[in-house]
């Protein structure tokens, strides 16, 4: 959490007080530690200097004895050696099994000192020399010293403690008056980014505030003028976006989003704004995304690039850097090719299909009426060619016609097909009675299970029309011999209403393609029998004319269920 000048300012002038105080404490611990070590160490050199000649002349008949009255006068722990280092007295057991570097140091130098903890007591030692190779160490305990330092450190804590409590008052009243100023500088600034621009400003004084609040205002009256430009922009350029059917993205330099479109949502299948996102999270397919990378570092100038994604949308992306001034960013335009592809590919396969259904009927006229035109034919072979030429015109007519059907279904609106109560057993029966000169051909026996009941709202003669291609679909390539059943039943605010035959059925393959336009599932078959796969599809766009749907299940040698929900009268 930021602090603010205020606690700033006080927390200096406190920091500088425990600083200098921290500072004081340990410096003084430091240099009054070490000078009372000194003198302790300067008492015990001068003591056993003292008693060195008492110790050589005493020490040889009573060492023990001499150590002790030694230690009891220097009020310190006593150790006497001879010439080789080895004990000759001591006042203390501890003192004789005490053994240290200053004893080598006095054997070497005529005096050594050293201080360490015995026992977790620390202890400082002088060890001096004689003029006979004798040499006696005293020792100390530092705990009187400790004692000094720690009672002198006290002290100073309580006398920085007292500094810091003042440091504090004094600090507080000090920052409370310097930053009165930025206080208010602060709220004026508030209020100018939240775009009240009516805030007064008074610069006055000649000192560093009064030249802040004059720059303060000349900023104020500039931002009003700017940012007023800005929005004019700003709205312009979110109509332009708003109302383009392009999507369009912006990303800096870091391939984040800064600006975007709502098109590019719906484009690129976003739940959400993706302004913020990196270029990772915006854009899933890989070739797009690639393309941006690429323009980002440089790569490219300005290119197109055609892409299908998951969703198989086919998409137009189009990316161009921004001009330096921008900060190296790029802009993306993204259109939706999918309606335009579909398009295509349905005009492209329609007049594919139309050609192939029209080739063979009209190969055929144009064969036999040439032959005819040529008359070498007798009567009887030139009735044969006249009723080939005949059906073959009805194939084409009843193509045209199917065409014409399906052209108004597709260019008729929703809301224009009357919806009223229609009978479904009625209608059942009326279709039966249609199909019947063909089922009887075929020996199909068409049973009706309808409840009277069973009423649906919708156009009767699109229900009816349904009907008859699905029964007539069933009576055609069922089996010869068989069954078929129209079925009805209520289901809630729904009716079902079923076509339902015993016949050879349809392999799972072919099922997901059944309402396709010319889609045959036996083209050989259904030629024969005068169809060009657009029976099923008129089906399907009468139903969903009707707001209703149709699914169909089959199982290979048992037969097929056409099922159509339609809504409940």
């Known amino acids: 959490m930021a602090m603010s000048f205020r606690t700033k300012l006080l927390a200096s002038h406190v920091g500088l007080v425990v600083a200098v105080g921290v500072i004081a404490i340990f410096t003084l611990n430091r240099w009054l530690s070490a000078d009372l070590v000194r003198e302790l160490d300067t008492r015990l050199e001068e003591q056993a200097k003292g008693a060195l000649e008492w110790s ?165 009256q500039q931002l009003k003028a700017r940012i007023g430009e800005l929005v004019a922009e700003r709205d312009h350029l979110s109509a332009i976006l708003a109302g383009m059917v392009e999507g369009v993205l912006v990303l800096d330099a870091r391939a984040r989003v800064i600006v975007a479109n709502p098109a590019i949502e719906r484009i690129l299948g976003a739940s959400g704004s993706v302004v913020g996102l990196s270029l990772d999270e915006t854009v899933k397919h890989g070739e797009a995304r690639q393309l941006i990378e690429s323009c980002l570092r440089g790569e490219v100038t300005e290119t197109e690039l055609e892409i299908t994604d998951e969703r198989g949308m086919s998409i137009a992306v189009y990316v161009r850097p921004l001009p330096e001034s921008a900060g ?63 059906r073959q015109a009805q194939r084409i007519g009843a193509l045209v016609e199917q065409l014409l059907a399906l052209s108004e279904l597709e260019a008729r609106d929703r809301h224009e097909i009357a919806r009223e109560r229609v009978s479904l057993v009625s209608t059942a029966q009326h279709v039966a009675e249609t199909v019947r000169g063909r089922a009887e051909q075929r020996r199909v026996r068409v049973a009706i299970d309808v409840p009277d009941d069973v009423v649906a709202l919708a156009d009767p003669e699109g229900v009816e029309r349904a009907l008859i291609n699905l029964v007539d679909n069933a009576i055609k390539y069922g089996s010869e011999g068989g069954e078929v059943k129209i079925l009805a039943a209520r289901e809630g605010a729904k009716v079902k209403v079923s076509v339902v035959d015993d016949g050879p059925g349809i392999a799972p393959a072919h099922v997901p393609r059944l309402f396709e336009r010319f889609y045959r599932v036996d083209p050989g078959r259904s030629r024969a029998h005068g169809g060009a796969g657009l029976g099923l599809s008129i089906v399907k766009h009468l139903v969903e004319a009707m707001d209703g749907s149709i699914e169909v299940s089959s199982e290979v040698g048992k037969g097929t269920r056409f099922e159509i929900t339609l809504p409940g009268g």
């Open 328 to 390: 190296g960013s790029v802009v993306a335009v993204l259109r939706d090719q999918t309606a335009l592809r579909r398009l295509m590919t349905i005009r492209r396969d329609f007049v594919a299909n139309v050609s192939h259904e029209l080739r063979t009927p009209v190969t055929a006229i144009q064969g036999y009426a040439e032959t005819l035109l040529r008359g070498k034919t007798d009567a009887e072979t030139e009735k044969q060619f006249l009723e080939i030429v005949h």
């Open 56 to 220: 050589e002349e005493g020490g040889r008949r009573h060492p023990d004895k001499v150590a002790s009255r030694i230690a009891h006068i220097v009020d310190a722990e006593v150790t006497l050696y001879d010439g080789n280092g080895l004990v000759t007295g001591a006042s203390s057991k501890e003192a004789r099994d005490d053994q240290g570097e200053e004893l080598e140091q006095a054997r070497a130098d005529g005096v050594g000192r050293a201080t360490r903890v015995r026992d977790g007591q620390e202890l400082h030692y002088v060890a001096v020399r004689g003029e006979q190779k004798v040499v006696i160490r005293l020792a100390a305990p530092l705990s009187g010293v400790n004692a000094t330092v720690a009672a002198m450190r006290e002290r100073l804590v309580l006398a920085s403690s007292v500094a810091i409590v003042v440091a504090i008052l004094l600090g507080s009243l000090a920052a409370r008056i310097a930053s009165r100023p930025l206080n208010e500088m602060t709220a004026t600034a508030t209020r100018l980014a939240r775009g009240d621009f009516d805030v007064p400003i008074e610069a006055e004084g000649a000192d560093e505030f009064g030249v802040l609040w004059r720059a303060l205002k000349s900023l104020a």
